[in-house]
């Protein structure tokens, strides 16, 4: 039965003729390390030769299953966030993509407890059946603890007050358990926002970001990116907040220059291990089609010589 939730591959071609060079058969190996819905994947499919493979990533359940119906030898999946990407062999991948974030059948979907659009329980779990939920973090963290996870991965200046007033529920009449509780909560402490934009937004992002670890996820999968690419192989990734796409610039400008030793200040610098080579956005045409898609960065790198 197919999932009633559909999501829109963002910036599918750009990041499919930039993960490959250029659009055209290949026999390579590549990785979707982020496989969602397939979007991207299918599409490399479609440019892969018969020698070519695709090994994909990912750690919610709902998504492995779709990777599941794919029927093409070519390709696999695997049950497991893209921080294991450094488990593939040494130099074994022609190119990378990652499109961080979650899907829109993860955020549309009440039951997964991501939005404060429509009522469900607060979970927020990339892989449900593993860790703890936003729900259950929430019943016994300290104050302190919640606003710095508010405060940094939602950039959100009433972070304190927000953090006391759930705790402060939770002590009068027991702890938060569905989204609505929480999107109410944060609407009754936080009396100003930008024009447009729900009080919850930057509290529920930094609760998920925070339950899913994703932005080490983020960082051990881009320092794993170095190990698996070939010489001239492609790093895409797709990132939709300043957060993620920070800590990818970071990454690329760190590893685009050539690095020398202080210690020894006349030996040969170590070489540099990529090459930027694009950044790229969505065009107002995609976003008119596409809201979602308006804060999207692409950022395209390739691997040099080891």
């Given at each position: ?160 007050p927000i953090a006391k007033a ?113 950044r790229i956005k969505p065009s ?23």
């Amino acid at each position: 039965m197919q999932e009633p939730w559909v999501h829109s591959t963002v910036l599918l071609q750009e990041a499919v003729d930039a993960l490959l060079g250029v659009p055209a058969q290949s026999g390579g190996h590549y990785v979707d390390a982020t496989f969602g819905r397939g979007g991207h994947s299918r599409l490399i499919l479609s440019q892969l030769s018969e020698l070519g493979r695709l090994t994909a990533f990912d750690r919610d359940p709902e998504a492995v299953a779709v990777a599941n119906a794919i029927d093409d030898i070519r390709f696999s999946i695997r049950h497991q966030g893209f921080s294991h990407l450094g488990e593939l062999p040494a130099g074994s991948a022609d190119g990378i993509l990652m499109d961080i974030g979650v899907s829109s059948p993860q955020i549309d979907n009440p039951a997964r407890g991501f939005s404060f659009r429509a009522d469900g329980p607060l979970d927020m779990r990339m892989d449900p059946t593993r860790g703890e939920s936003v729900a259950q973090w929430l019943q016994t963290a300290e104050v302190n603890n919640i606003a710095e996870v508010i405060r940094e991965y939602g950039e959100e200046r009433f972070a304190g007050p927000i953090a006391k007033a759930i705790v402060a529920r939770r002590q009068e009449r027991g702890p938060l358990s569905t989204t609505a509780e929480l999107a109410q909560l944060v609407a009754d402490t936080v009396k100003t926002r930008e024009p447009g934009q729900n009080p919850a937004t930057r509290t529920f992002q930094a609760l998920r970001i925070f339950i899913n670890a994703e932005l080490e996820e983020l960082q051990q999968a881009l320092n794993a990116s170095l190990h698996v690419l070939k010489e001239g192989g492609r790093l895409v990734v797709i990132s939709f907040h300043s957060l993620e796409d920070r800590i990818v610039k970071q990454f690329i400008a760190e590893h685009s220059k050539e690095v020398y030793d202080r210690r020894a200040p006349f030996a040969a610098p170590k070489p540099m291990k990529l090459v930027a080579l694009d950044r790229i956005k969505p065009s107002a045409q995609e976003v008119a089609a596409n809201p979602r898609a308006r804060s999207a960065i692409m950022r395209v790198a390739q691997r040099t010589a080891a």
